[in-house]
């Protein structure tokens, strides 16, 4: 098998259920060090390129019987129709060369007539497998419920912040949602169909709702009251994905295309999948069990995979510079240095638990203005949070940071996803002491973009004495006084100094 986006929110789910399965899985990726803290990793063939070569796509194909193409762009930034295009019409080409047994692909489920544009374009990279001669089984999923899932996420924090939902006319629209544990038995199973299949499937859940009803599903299910939802027919879809921005996790470059394909209903047509693929021994899942399912992962901290660790979020992908003198470039940096009595295991349990609901360890009024500041600019803002409590892995979102590098147990370096006028960096260093102690050496580095990011840093400048200096005590102090046991908490969540005793 050969697994494309295998490091987005399907295709990391769906690699391991390969494995489990008894196939031999190869995945094709651009950036190999973000499966390096996944557990499959070391089971599966890594082929390393981009799909827009053909020359890097033909050598991911060589040898593949099955192909599974879970690869789509979310932005809308450029002709992103064209290349989506272009990279279904490159891996077309090169899976009919090489005589592929089956393309699987999933795409999203759409009415007959005129559509979004990225619901067009993912029905059109389904044609365009189709005809490829490689027998292809385009399966078409609506909304997609379970534990880090993008929609499941704008509905959670829509019901969750509003008391009053004023709502968009959508809101009334039909929509039958799957469970992404259905969603993964259907691709699995796509493995095995005839040969002489090729054709799309829809694949929806038990149920058919208003996107509405879906929130107050998610209410009753949350232990909340139900909320009273106004559709107004003046919300536009771009001024409605304004509203998500604000009031979700999920940023603006998100927002649009998932607001954009709300505007329609999404029910299956068909179930015909069913005649090929029987469905989960205990049937498909409805929606509120989704949404139960759902709820217990994160309580227990067992989110596989995430929409935020899906793509990059606008953020530079070249690495910082190994040079200490960043020789050519302008760059400020703050280095701070805290003590404590805590060993050096301890320093790094509250080093790596840090962001999401452990907070910032200092004025969490500005980390808080700072997030709300970069989520008014189409910025990802501080409420991405972190997929697992306890544990980061290089190449997952925290808050607006991305974990860049990682040695765990010695150093973290985040890089910044936030707007800014220039690149940034954050990084910590846990170091041994004598006696049993440790020392936090935290570097704040700043690459500013032409005079607005020089005015930039200047203007906050004042404040880095207070925040970042806070934040290296508060660390320390808060290693020292838990020993790493209980990072979380009112003291992390609220950034309040710890006194080390």
Excluded at 126 to 139: E, F, H, N, Q
Excluded at 168 to 183: E, G, L, S
Excluded at 395 to 421: I, S, T
């Amino acid at each position: 098998m050969l697994v494309t986006g295998a490091t987005g929110y399907i295709g990391g789910r769906l690699v391991p259920r390969l494995l489990e399965a008894g196939h031999e899985v190869r995945v094709f990726v651009r950036d190999p060090v973000r499966l390096r803290d996944v557990p499959w990793a070391g089971d599966v063939e890594v082929i390393v390129g981009d799909l827009s070569r053909s020359a890097d796509v033909e050598r991911a194909v060589d040898g593949i019987d099955v192909l599974y193409y879970l690869v789509h762009s979310m932005s809308s930034a450029g002709d992103f129709e064209r290349t989506e295009r272009q990279v279904a019409s490159t891996v077309a080409r090169a899976a009919a060369a090489a005589k592929v047994g089956r393309i699987v692909y999933l795409g999203g489920l759409h009415p007959d007539g005129p559509l979004s544009a990225h619901l067009r374009s993912r029905k059109e990279v389904g044609d365009i497998l189709m005809s490829s001669g490689v027998p292809t089984a385009a399966l078409q999923a609506g909304v997609v419920i379970g534990s880090g899932s993008a929609s499941f996420e704008m509905i959670r924090h829509l019901t969750e912040v509003l008391p009053y939902m004023p709502a968009p006319k959508w809101v009334r629209n039909f929509i039958q949602p799957i469970a992404v544990r259905d969603v993964l038995h259907y691709l699995v199973g796509a493995s095995t169909l005839p040969a002489d299949v090729n054709r799309t499937f829809d694949i929806g859940g038990p149920d058919v709702l208003r996107y509405g009803q879906m929130m107050n599903g998610y209410a009753v299910e949350a232990g909340l009251k139900q909320r009273p939802i106004a559709s107004l027919p003046v919300l536009t879809p771009y001024l409605a994905s304004q509203w998500v921005n604000l009031v979700t996790p999920i940023p603006r470059s998100l927002a649009v295309p998932i607001i954009s394909s709300l505007q329609y209903d999404a029910v299956c047509s068909e179930h015909d999948i069913d005649e090929y693929i029987s469905p989960p021994d205990a049937g498909l899942t409805g929606y509120r069990l989704a949404v139960r399912y759902a709820l217990a992962k994160m309580r227990e901290g067992e989110v596989e995979t995430s929409w935020q660790n899906s793509t990059v979020q606008g953020a530079p992908s070249d690495l910082l510079p190994s040079d200490p003198e960043w020789s050519g470039h302008t760059v400020f940096t703050d280095r701070q240095e805290a003590e404590s009595s805590a060993p050096p295991e301890a320093l790094w349990r509250v080093v790596e638990g840090i962001g999401g609901d452990n907070g910032w360890y200092s004025l969490p009024v500005a980390w808080a203005a700072r997030g709300w500041l970069d989520k008014l600019v189409g910025g990802v803002g501080l409420r991405r949070g972190r997929r697992d409590p306890d544990r980061l892995a290089q190449g997952e979102a925290l808050d607006f940071w991305r974990v860049e590098r990682l040695e765990r147990g010695r150093f973290l370096r985040l890089r910044a996803e936030m707007k800014l006028p220039g690149r940034a960096w954050l990084e910590f260093t846990v170091e041994e002491r004598p006696g049993g102690r440790s020392r936090l050496v935290q570097r704040a580095i700043f690459f500013p973009t032409g005079l607005g990011g020089r005015l930039y840093w200047a203007a906050v400048f004042p404040f880095h004495g207070i925040i970042f200096s806070g934040m290296a005590r508060s660390i320390a102090a808060t290693a020292a006084t838990t020993r790493g046991r209980a990072i979380g908490g009112e003291s992390a969540a609220n950034g309040v100094q710890v006194t080390e005793r």
